[in-house]
C-alpha cells in the first residue's frame, strides 16, 4: 500500500461551502487515515461533503448507499451462485470458474481500484446494529479474503472514507473510536445566505433576506412535525423566482408553502398559528 | 501538555483514552492546528468527541481548561504559542502517559487535579490555573508538558475564537442526560421497527432455490418468497390541553419522524383531554377523530398502542360517565372504563408519562398505572416502553406487568 498522500488541505470547493471545524475534521482524517463520521440534521450536506472532497481532491467518488437490509458482507463481494447454477443449465461460459461470479461490492472497488478513492458509506445508521462492528476489521485492515476464491483483495491505496449517519441508530463505540467526528450544525444565517448564493447566484437580495427570514421563523415554530432544510430552502427559492414572487411575508397568504413543509398537518398548522396576522406560537 | 486537559474531558464525562490521545498527538505532530489555540480545538473536537451528546461537555471542560479564571478573556503566553508551534516536533505519549490514562478513574483525577491546583496558589502569585511542571505529579511530567501554560489577561484578537465558540454553549440541546432529549428518544423509538414477510411471493429465495435444486438432482428450482416489509403498526394517543401540550409536540414529531425513517406501515395519532372519554380526537384542538368502539373495530389488536399524558387528575374525573361521543351521560361509560377498553384490546400497550416516578404510588397515576404498564417519558422509560412493546406476546389486559 502506498504512503499518505503528501499533506493537501481541504478547503471546501467552490460549491461546497465549509466552516473551520469541518475542514479540520476532514483534514485529521485525512492525515491520520481514519474513516470520518458526519452527522447533522437532514439535508446539511453531509451527504454531499463526500463528493466535494472527492472533486476538491481529484479522486472517483464510489458510494455504497446503506439500507436497512445491506449486510456488511454485501460491501466486500458479492458471490453470484444463482448465475453460476442458471449457467450450469445453460452452457454459458465456463462454470468452473468461480472468479467470472464474484462480484466486488463497493469497498472492494475501492480496494482494487488502481487509484485513491473517494468510498461514502452513506447512512450507515439505516443498517442493522451490527453493521458497523461488521464493517471494522476491513476498515482496519484495507484487505479481505474470497473464501470461495481464496483471492485476497488488498488495498493498493488507502480509500478515504466518508460516513454520514442520521441517528436513526446508536452507533457501537468501538466503531466510533475509530473514526473522525464530526457534527454538521445547522447552518446560521451567514453561512446560509452563501449556500443560497452558491445554488441561486444573482438572485435579487430583497428577496434572498425575506426567504432567509421567513425561513428562519418558520424552523423556530415548535408545532413542526418536519423542520424546513437546506434543501427546501433552495427549492422554495427556485420556484419563487420561476413564478416571479419578489416579496414575502410569513403569513396565510405566503406563496408555495409546500415547497418548505412537506407535510399537510405542518401546513395547517402554519396556516392556523400564522393566519390572519395572529402570531402566537402554539 | 494536554494531558491534563484529559483528565479534565474524564472528569466531565468525555471518555477519552490512549487511541484518542495518539490521534491527537499525531495530529499535532502534522501540524493540523496551524500552531493556534483555534485550530487546536477544532482538531481536539474531532479527535476527542465521538458524538454530539458529548459536545457541551468538550467545550465546557475546554473553557474551564483554557480560559483564564479571573477574567473573561484569554490572552495566550509565549509558553503556550511555543508549545502548539513545537507539538510537532514533540514525541508521541510515552507509554507511562498512555497507561495512566487509563488507569485512572474520574474521581481520582478530581482529587488530584484539585490538590494540584490548591498547590499551585500557594506557589505563585496570580492565581493561575494550570501549571504542568511538578516532575512527579501525573499533571504534565516528562516529555510532554515541558513549560505549561498561563492564561490571564485581556482576550485577544484572533485567539479568542475558539473560546468564544465554546463559551457558545451551542451544544446543551445535544447533552442526553436531559430530561426529554428528544434525540436519544428518536433512536429508542427507532428500535420499534418489525419485519413480516407480507404479499406476493415475488423475492428470489436464494438458499432455498439452491436446496430444492439440490433435492431436485441439478434440475433448477426456482423458490420465491414474500419480501420482508416493515410491518410496525402504532397508535399513540396523547393528552393536550394543558401542561402536557409541549409533550404532546415533541412526541407527535419524534413518531411522525420515526414512522418516516423506519416506514411504519401505519401511524395512527391521536389527542384526548386529561382522560378518555370515549372519543380520540384527530386533532390537539379535539375535533374530529372516532370513537372507542369505532376505533376497537377499525384497528386489530396487535396495533401498539402508545399513550402519553401525566394521568394527573382529580379522582371524581376518572369516574365521569359519558357515552362514546363525549357527552356526559348518567348511565354512560366512567373515564376509567373507557382507558380499561382500550388496554384490552391492544395487546401491547404502555402508558408514558412525564411525572416524576415517586409521584406515581397514588392518586390518579395509580390508577391508570394499574390500567396500562406505565413508564416514564425518559430516554431510559422511552426504552424500557419501546422493549415492552416489541416482546413477544403478552399476558392480556389490564395490569400484566410494570
Ligand atoms: N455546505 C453546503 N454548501 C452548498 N450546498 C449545500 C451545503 N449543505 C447543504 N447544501 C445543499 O443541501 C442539499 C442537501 O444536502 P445533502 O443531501 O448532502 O444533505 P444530507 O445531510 O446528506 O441530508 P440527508 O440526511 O437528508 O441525507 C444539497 O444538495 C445542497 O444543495
Ligand atoms: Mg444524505
Known amino acids: 500500500m502506498t504512503p499518505a498522500p503528501p499533506s493537501v488541505r481541504f478547503r471546501g470547493t467552490d460549491s461546497y461551502l465549509t466552516h473551520e471545524g469541518l475542514q479540520a475534521a476532514v483534514n485529521c482524517a485525512l492525515t491520520l487515515q481514519r474513516p470520518l463520521l458526519v452527522k447533522g ?14 472533486q476538491a481532491l481529484g479522486h472517483t467518488l464510489l458510494t455504497w448507499h446503506v439500507k436497512s437490509t445491506t449486510r456488511a458482507q454485501d460491501g466486500l463481494y458479492v458471490y453470484d451462485t444463482v448465475q453460476r447454477l442458471y449457467d450450469s443449465r445453460f452452457g454459458d461460459g465456463d462454470v468452473r470458474d468461480i472468479r467470472r461470479y464474484i462480484r466486488m461490492g463497493p469497498l472492494g472497488e475501492a480496494f482494487s481500484a488502481p ?3 473517494v468510498l461514502l458509506i452513506d447512512e450507515v445508521d439505516k443498517a442493522d446494529l451490527e453493521f458497523p462492528n461488521d464493517l471494522l476489521h476491513e476498515l482496519d485492515r484495507m484487505r479481505f479474503r474470497v473464501t470461495e476464491t481464496n483471492d485476497e483483495v488488498a488495498a493498493k ?12 441508530k446508536e452507533l457501537p463505540d468501538a466503531f466510533l473510536r475509530r473514526c473522525v467526528f464530526h457534527f454538521i450544525d445547522f447552518p446560521d444565517a451567514e453561512l446560509m445566505r452563501r449556500i443560497v448564493d452558491v445554488h441561486h447566484p444573482g438572485l435579487d437580495a430583497a428577496l434572498a433576506d425575506q426567504a432567509l427570514k421567513v425561513f428562519y421563523e418558520l424552523r423556530g415554530f415548535t408545532r413542526l412535525r418536519k423542520r424546513p432544510s437546506t434543501s427546501e430552502l433552495i427549492d422554495w427559492i427556485a420556484v419563487l423566482k420561476a413564478q416571479g414572487v419578489s416579496d414575502l411575508k410569513l403569513d396565510e ?10 407535510k399537510e398537518q405542518d401546513l395547517v398548522s402554519v396556516a392556523e398559528a400564522f393566519g390572519r396576522g395572529r402570531r402566537t406560537r402554539a | 501538555m494536554f494531558l491534563p486537559f484529559f483528565y479534565e474531558l474524564r472528569r466531565r464525562g468525555v471518555k477519552v483514552g490512549a487511541q484518542e490521545a495518539l490521534a491527537l498527538a499525531g495530529a499535532l505532530k502534522a501540524g493540523l492546528h496551524d500552531s493556534s489555540l483555534d485550530g487546536f480545538y477544532h482538531v481536539a473536537r474531532a479527535l476527542l468527541v465521538h458524538s454530539e451528546t458529548q459536545l457541551d461537555s468538550f467545550d465546557q471542560a475546554f473553557l474551564s481548561h483554557f480560559q483564564g479564571v479571573e477574567t473573561a478573556g484569554l490572552e495566550l503566553t509565549q509558553e503556550l504559542m511555543s508549545w502548539l508551534e513545537e507539538a510537532r516536533d514533540r514525541p508521541r505519549l510515552t507509554p507511562e502517559e498512555l497507561a495512566l490514562l487509563e488507569a485512572l478513574d474520574p474521581e481520582e483525577i478530581r482529587r488530584l487535579f484539585e490538590e494540584r491546583l490548591r498547590e499551585q496558589k500557594e506557589r505563585h502569585d496570580g492565581g493561575n490555573r494550570w501549571i504542568g511542571t511538578g516532575g512527579t505529579s501525573p499533571f504534565g511530567n516528562n516529555g510532554f508538558a515541558r513549560g505549561g501554560m498561563r492564561v490571564g489577561g485581556k482576550a485577544g484578537g484572533k485567539q479568542g475564537m475558539a473560546m468564544m465558540q465554546a463559551g457558545a454553549r451551542r451544544y446543551a440541546g445535544y447533552r442526553d442526560d436531559l430530561v426529554l432529549d428528544t434525540r436519544q428518544l428518536a433512536v429508542a423509538l427507532r428500535k420499534l421497527r418489525a419485519f413480516a414477510r407480507d404479499g406476493a411471493p415475488d423475492e428470489l429465495d436464494i438458499d432455498e432455490s439452491i436446496s430444492a435444486t439440490a433435492r431436485n ?15 410496525t403498526r402504532v397508535v399513540l394517543a396523547m393528552d393536550v390541553g394543558g401542561s402536557m401540550d409541549p409533550y404532546a409536540a415533541v412526541m407527535s414529531r419524534l413518531f411522525s419522524v420515526a414512522s418516516q425513517a423506519t416506514h411504519f406501515k401505519e401511524l395512527r395519532i391521536y389527542y384526548f383531554h386529561n382522560c378518555v372519554y370515549g372519543k380520540l380526537y384527530a386533532t390537539p384542538q379535539l375535533t374530529g377523530g372516532m370513537t372507542v368502539p369505532e376505533l376497537v373495530a377499525q384497528v386489530g389488536r396487535h396495533h401498539k398502542l402508545v399513550m402519553v399524558g401525566d394521568a394527573s387528575m382529580a379522582p371524581y374525573e376518572l369516574a ?4 362514546a361521543e363525549g357527552r356526559y351521560k348518567a348511565d354512560g361509560q366512567e373515564g376509567l372504563t373507557w382507558l380499561m377498553q382500550l388496554a384490552q384490546h391492544f395487546e401491547r400497550n404502555v402508558w408514558l408519562n412525564p411525572e416524576p416516578m415517586g409521584s406515581w404510588r397514588s392518586g390518579s397515576i395509580a390508577m391508570i398505572a394499574q390500567v396500562f404498564p406505565m413508564f416514564s417519558l425518559t430516554v431510559e422509560g422511552l426504552g424500557e416502553a419501546v422493549a415492552h412493546l416489541t416482546r413477544g406476546r403478552t399476558v392480556k389486559g389490564a395490569a400484566a406487568r410494570r
Not at chain 1, 437532514?42 to 472527492?54: D, M, W
Not at chain 1, 491505496?157 to 436513526?168: C, G, K, M, Y
Not at chain 2, 438432482?217 to 410491518?231: D, S
Open chain 1, 41 to 54: 440534521e437532514p439535508g446539511t450536506g453531509k451527504t454531499l461533503l463526500a463528493e466535494a472532497i472527492a
Open chain 1, 115 to 117: 487509484e485513491r478513492v
Open chain 1, 157 to 168: 491505496h488507502r480509500p478515504i472514507v466518508v460516513i454520514t449517519s442520521n441517528n436513526e
Open chain 1, 253 to 262: 397568504n405566503l406563496p408555495f408553502l409546500g415547497a418548505l413543509l412537506k
Open chain 2, 217 to 231: 438432482a441439478g434440475e433448477l428450482e426456482v423458490v420465491t418468497r414474500p419480501p420482508r416489509r416493515p410491518n
Open chain 2, 320 to 323: 365521569i360517565r359519558t357515552d
